[in-house]
């Protein structure tokens, strides 16, 4: 949505809308603490998005949500939660017995996700938690606890629409758009975008640039560097590269490399794996922070490296700055 429909649909004096979206873990495959990794973190994929409203919604549990829960339990009312998974492999989910609010009976818990072949939502969370691997049974959670399948198409609540999308990834693997009001962000943490031979349908590369149009802020699986992905084709993860490319084509304002390899230090990540292009000029917007500018599309990408917790607030309305001024832009 461009900046004219923007003031076309808020009325006036009504405040934006603001998504705050919190990287609580932002490391792939496996948690990697130590002291190469006290900056961009060390625990595994877990995003929170509140709204202003205090409705708060979760993609993906994996280490990061400890750390989650542990705040949410310190807040009077734990209230309602959902919880998107993209899928089930381990560094998505292992967090979640770890998620202090399932053990609240006041609590409410959505819980949503992508149907495997095999198992439904709720059998595997039963099998994740069986006794040869957690003393707790998941049925002896307290808090209430519903279960619902989104494989592709939306959920939405109010004015907020989640849209699943399947990635391609080992497993059924989906991507999500957020779109609240005029604003969107896009949560992709695990898809190879090089590789077309998983059986995710015809026409994928169009519907993933359509999925992704004009995204305010895209967080997207940049595992490897190119050197590293010679050797690591097919592993179902993506590069730096190709997370600018597929940024640069959908006209996302904001780029968030995201899933950190595991071997990747802070050091790494400082210097020297954003991409280097002909048509792009990188500079150090400040520290962690690249900007990437395109002199052929308009506006430029922001892109940066997300650690954990308050390292990696984003506040999806504050992209807008990144808008040229122009004439509708005036008093929205
Ligand atoms: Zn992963
Ligand atoms: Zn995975």
């Known amino acids: 949505m461009d900046a004219a429909s923007v003031s076309q649909t808020r009325n006036p004096g009504e405040p934006a809308?603001?998504?705050?979206?919190?990287?609580?873990?932002?490391?792939?495959?496996?948690?990697?603490?130590?002291?190469?990794?006290?900056?961009y973190g060390g625990n595994t994929p877990c995003v929170e998005v509140r709204l202003a409203d205090g409705r708060r919604f979760i993609f993906d549990a994996g280490t990061g949500i400890r750390p989650l829960g542990v705040s949410?339990?310190?807040?009077?009312?734990?209230?309602?939660?959902?919880?998107?998974?993209?899928?089930?492999?381990w560094d998505h989910i292992q967090g979640l017995p770890?998620?202090?609010?399932?053990?609240?009976?006041?609590?409410?818990?959505?819980?949503?996700?992508?149907?495997?072949?095999?198992?439904n939502l709720e059998e595997l969370f039963q099998g994740q938690m069986g006794p040869a691997y957690f003393p707790?049974?998941?049925?002896?959670?307290?808090?209430h606890k519903?279960?619902?399948?989104?494989?592709?198409?939306?959920?939405?609540?109010?004015?907020?629409?989640v849209t699943a999308m399947r990635m391609r990834h080992a497993s059924f693997t989906v991507g999500y758009r957020i779109d609240y009001g005029d604003l969107s962000l896009a949560y992709i943490p695990d898809n190879e975008l090089a590789n077309d031979g998983y059986d995710v349908g015809e026409?994928?590369?169009?519907?993933?640039?359509?999925?992704?149009?004009?995204?305010?802020?895209?967080?997207?699986?940049?595992?490897?560097?190119?050197?590293e992905y010679r050797f690591k084709a097919d592993w179902g993860h993506s590069t730096f590269d190709q997370a600018v490319d597929l940024a640069t084509e959908v006209g996302a304002k904001k780029l968030?490399?995201?899933?950190?390899?595991?071997?990747?230090?802070?050091?790494d990540s400082r210097s020297g794996h954003l991409p280097q292009h002909p048509s792009r000029s990188a500079r150090r917007a400040s520290r962690g922070i690249r900007q990437c500018v395109d002199p052929l599309t308009s506006p430029s990408i922001e892109v940066a490296i997300p650690g954990e917790a308050s390292e990696s607030?984003?506040?999806?309305?504050?992209?807008?700055?990144?808008?040229?001024?122009?004439?509708q832009e005036v008093g929205v």
């Open 72 to 89: 949410v339990n310190n807040e009077a009312d734990t209230g309602e939660t959902v919880i998107f998974f993209t899928h089930f492999h």
């Open 146 to 161: 519903e279960f619902s399948h989104l494989n592709e198409g939306s959920w939405q609540q109010g004015e907020f629409r």
């Open 256 to 267: 968030m490399f995201f899933h950190h390899d595991p071997c990747r230090t802070d050091r």
């Open 17 to 39: 809308p603001v998504i705050d979206a919190i990287c609580w873990g932002t490391r792939g495959s496996m948690p990697s603490p130590g002291p190469s990794t006290v900056r």
């Open 203 to 227: 026409g994928w590369r169009r519907r993933i640039v359509d999925f992704l149009g004009d995204v305010d802020v895209l967080l997207h699986d940049a595992m490897f560097t190119e050197d």
């Open 136 to 143: 707790i049974p998941f049925d002896a959670l307290a808090a």
């Open 313 to 327: 607030l984003i506040r999806a309305a504050f992209t807008r700055r990144l808008l040229k001024p122009t004439d």
């Open 98 to 119: 770890f998620f202090l609010p399932v053990y609240d009976h006041k609590a409410s818990l959505g819980i949503i996700g992508p149907q495997q072949v095999d198992v």
